[in-house]
């Protein structure tokens, strides 16, 4: 299954930047709060500076021999006093990182799943649970542990390398020269860095995406895996994938090894460069003992920060690979650029699309010229014109294949067509597609019923269940509207989790329904009673229903007949009943297998 899956755009530099910027833009006070970060990590870094210079200087006092405490002391008093001084400006620099950037993060995090949902459904069910699911969570993880370490560590690792050189500098010019064997490594060690991370950092995330997509395949599908003894190929299939995770994790893990092993090598040639000019110096009575400690604790200093820099450097290459894949899903759904926080209402399509949107038209749901195919050449729906007019019900009949369920889910957004043009509303909130896949949250009755409106009063509730005749759904249970449904709840049957979701239409209040819902069998008091709910939900509102059972033809103001994917016969239930055609014998056959 995830061999089929068409993950989710990456996107390239250019475009990431432009995000970040956006994210950043408009936020004066995260100006002034990374200018008062920096400067709280230059105190910090500062401060660290003091206590090995001390440290030399008390060394070079014991050696020259004296009764006199009072330099050690003030020596002692200035190194405490640093040290209290770095570890506040830390710890400071900690809390403002993470208060700057866990608002973006959130920011970040919202936007992604705003971009999923502006995405057409077909293109997120291409994509694969799994794919989705791990950008907003494995990728915004990632650059939330990577982010509030990132600033500190750049500014205060720069500014501690270069306040440590120029203390080994005042200590002695000469320490200087074993920057001359350590520089040249380092720069060695990072160009084969930056070639070699970026592509295993990207793999290693692609992984992760596929073994959430086998886990939530496995686990959406629990029980039709229990039902056909399939536990063993999950388990199998969850094993590979999670095998694929583990190579990669430990490529990464190699590249990160053989590049700090590279550091080791600088720091070695530093520490023995150190002692061979400070073992010249004062030997050759140019240094003191003094000198030599200060230098070398100095020069330990100095690996702390370059190693951060470097480690950073590697957040960075592994938050980079995330944000880029964060970043494809929030640039594939342009509309979610307006607006930073809560789904995006529009059901624009991602792709260059012959599909458009035109709320001011005079037929608010139609199709012109429409053709749809899952397989290449092979129409499901094959060049469809019908236009819906406003207050109209339009059923749609045919026998099974014919492409009923291809139209209602290419009004209703769930496909882009191929060929043709789809006229729907602009807004999403316009048009509610119901189907026969009914989901029942976990939560109230109550929670269920106003999904699609969350104010809505208990009175409201009612009225709308009552505008059905669906009052039997709250009567269904001894809590009423307080029961609780779904996963930690009781699962209502089919029918009555079909009247659940016309209910919940009838009080979100669209202007547009499109009905593809066939869960009781016809003749049924189930079917009756939602097929009167159904009736009742689109009286008032332009309709498409997709009629599975013919009595919902009957009541519809139109009736398509479809064939193949085409249209064959359009018209009242009347007028086709006269024609003698598809319809008329379709509505005969069915009026016996109900007789019988
Ligand atoms: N996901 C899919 N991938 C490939 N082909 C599909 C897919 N869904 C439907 N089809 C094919 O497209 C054609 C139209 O299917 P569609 O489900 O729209 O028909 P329908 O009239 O709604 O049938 P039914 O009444 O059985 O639901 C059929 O030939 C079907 O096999």
Redesign the pocket.
């Known amino acids: 299954m995830s061999a089929t899956h068409e993950r989710l755009p990456v996107a390239d530099g250019r475009t990431v930047w432009r995000e970040v910027r956006r994210s950043l833009g408009g936020r004066t006070w995260m100006l002034v709060g990374l200018v008062g970060l920096v400067a709280v990590v230059l105190v910090a870094a500062g401060a660290g500076v003091v206590v090995p210079l001390a440290l030399g200087s008390m060394v070079d006092v014991i050696a020259a021999g004296g009764d006199d405490a009072t330099p050690i002391l003030v020596l002692a008093a200035f190194m405490a006093g640093a040290g209290l001084l770095g570890a506040t400006a830390d710890g400071l620099a900690v809390v403002l990182g993470a208060r700057m950037f866990e608002t973006v993060l959130a920011d970040l995090r919202e936007r992604v799943v705003a971009g999923v949902f502006a995405l057409p459904q077909s293109r997120v069910e291409r994509a694969g649970q799994g794919d989705v699911v791990s950008r907003a969570t494995d990728d915004v993880s990632q650059i939330g542990d990577a982010v509030p370490e990132v600033v500190p560590a750049l500014t205060g690792s720069l500014f501690s390398i270069v306040v440590t050189a120029v203390g080994m500098a005042v200590v002695d010019p000469r320490y200087l020269l074993v920057l001359v064997l350590i520089v040249p490594v380092h720069v060695l060690a990072v160009r084969w860095y930056g070639r070699t991370a970026p592509p295993v950092y990207l793999a290693e995330r692609a992984a992760f995406a596929d073994r959430a997509a086998a886990l939530l395949d496995a686990l959406h599908g629990v029980e039709t895996v229990h039902a056909f003894g399939l536990g063993g190929r999950h388990l199998r299939r969850i094993a590979a994938a999670s095998w694929v995770v583990a190579r990669w994790g430990v490529r990464a893990q190699i590249v990160r090894n053989t590049f700090f092993a590279r550091l080791n090598v600088a720091e070695f040639l530093g520490m023995g460069g150190l002692l061979v000019i400070g073992f010249w110096l004062v030997t050759t009575g140019q240094g003191t003992i003094g000198g030599v400690t200060a230098t070398m604790l100095l020069f330990l200093r100095l690996f702390g920060p370059i190693n951060l820099l470097l480690f950073v450097l590697d957040q960075v290459q592994s938050a980079l690979a995330s944000l880029a894949r964060i970043v494809g899903v929030i640039d594939a759904a342009p509309d979610t650029n307006a607006s930073t926080s809560g789904p995006a209402e529009s059901t624009a399509p991602v792709e260059p699309s012959p599909t458009v949107e035109r709320a001011a038209q005079p037929s608010p749901l139609g199709f012109d010229a429409v053709r749809y195919a899952?397989?290449p050449g092979?129409y499901?729906?094959d060049g469809i014109d019908l236009h819906v007019h406003e207050g109209e019900t339009v059923a749609v009949v045919?026998?099974?294949?014919?492409?009923?369920?291809?139209?209602a889910a290419l009004a209703a957004g769930v496909h882009e067509s191929d060929e043709g043009t789809v006229v729907r509303p602009a807004r999403g909130g316009d048009l509610v597609l119901v189907t026969q896949e009914v989901h029942v949250f976990d939560g109230t009755l109550r929670d269920n019923l106003r999904f699609g409106s969350p104010d809505a009063s208990d009175d409201e509730i009612r009225a709308a269940l009552a505008r059905i005749g669906g009052t039997g759904a709250e009567e269904a249970f001894d809590d009423g509207l307080d029961a609780r449904l779904g996963a930690a709840g009781r699962t209502p049957g089919a029918a009555l989790a079909q009247l659940i979701a016309l209910a919940r239409v009838e009080l979100a209040d669209p202007r547009i329904v499109v009905l593809?819902e066939a869960t009781a069998e016809a003749g049924s008091d189930d079917a009756i009673r939602l097929d009167e709910a159904a009736r009742l939900l689109v009286r008032e509102r332009t309709a498409l229903v997709?009629a599975?059972r013919l009595s919902q033809a009957a009541s519809a103001d139109r009736v398509a007949v479809?064939e193949h994917?085409r249209i064959v016969e359009l018209g009242s239930h009347d007028e086709l009943l006269g024609r003698g055609g598809v319809y008329a014998t379709l509505w005969a056959a069915w009026r016996e297998g109900r007789e019988h």
Do not use: F, I, N
């Open positions: 899952y397989v092979r499901a729906v045919g026998a099974s294949g014919a492409g009923k369920s291809t139209l593809d997709v599975h479809l994917g």
